[in-house]
C-alpha cells in the first residue's frame, strides 16, 4: 500500500518489475521455494473507503495483482528446474470474507479502533473478535487467523478459493518472502 500512497508517480507495472528483480535475486542466490502474495483489497479497508481516492486505489491494485500474476507465470512457468514459486490471492480471499462476513461470524465492516485522530484512540466495539479491521488500516487476530488457515490450505492444495487459480507449485519458502520484503524495503 505504501508504495502507492507515498510514490502517486509509481506504476503497478515498475512495482511489479521491481518484485520480479527481487525475486531474481533471491533465485540467484539460491532459493528455491518461493510464497508471493498479492495485494488484499484495500479499496475496502476502513481507511480508504468513501475517499475520493478509492476508485484510482481499486485500480491500482487490481491492475497490480493482475500483472504479478502475469508476469510471474510469463517469467517462470517456462522453467524447467527445481524452482517453485507459488501465488497466493488475498485480494480474492479477503474479498470472499468480506462479502459474506457474518457467515464467518463478524458483525460488520468497521474498525474498532478509531485511531484517526491520531492522539487519541476511540473503541467503538464490545468484543474485537467480531470485527475484520482493529484500526482503518489492519486485520483483527480473528481475521488473521482466518487469512493464516487459508494460506495453509492453499500450500496443501485445499483452499476456498485456489480452485481455478493457476499455482506454479506446492512447496514454498518463508524465510525468501521475508528476505525479499526486506530486499523490497531497502
Request: aromatic share 12%; charged share 20%; hydrophobic share 40%.
Amino acid at each position: 500500500i505504501n508504495n502507492y500512497n507515498f510514490n502517486t508517480s509509481l506504476t503497478p507495472l515498475q512495482t511489479v518489475e521491481s518484485i520480479i528483480k527481487c525475486l531474481n535475486l533471491l533465485i540467484f542466490f539460491g532459493t528455491r521455494q518461493l510464497v508471493i502474495i498479492n495485494e488484499p483489497p484495500f479499496d475496502r479497508f476502513p481507511a480508504f473507503r468513501n475517499k475520493n481516492t478509492t476508485n484510482v486505489m481499486k485500480y491500482l491494485y487490481l491492475e497490480h495483482n493482475k500483472i504479478l500474476s502475469e508476469k510471474i507465470n510469463e517469467t517462470y512457468l517456462s522453467l524447467n528446474s527445481r524452482l517453485s514459486i507459488r501465488l497466493f490471492d488475498s485480494h480474492t480471499f479477503i474479498s470472499m470474507i468480506m462479502n459474506d462476513y457474518r457467515k464467518y461470524g463478524f458483525e460488520n465492516l468497521d474498525n474498532c479502533w478509531d485511531t484517526e485522530t491520531k492522539s487519541v484512540v476511540v473503541i467503538n466495539c464490545q468484543d474485537i473478535t467480531k470485527r475484520i479491521f482493529t484500526d482503518e488500516y489492519h486485520l483483527t487476530s480473528a481475521m488473521q487467523t482466518l487469512l493464516a488457515k487459508e494460506f495453509y490450505m492453499t500450500l496443501t492444495g485445499s483452499s476456498l478459493i485456489s480452485k481455478g487459480i493457476r499455482f506454479l507449485s506446492i512447496e514454498f519458502h518463508l524465510l525468501a518472502l521475508l528476505i525479499c520484503k526486506t530486499l523490497l524495503l531497502n
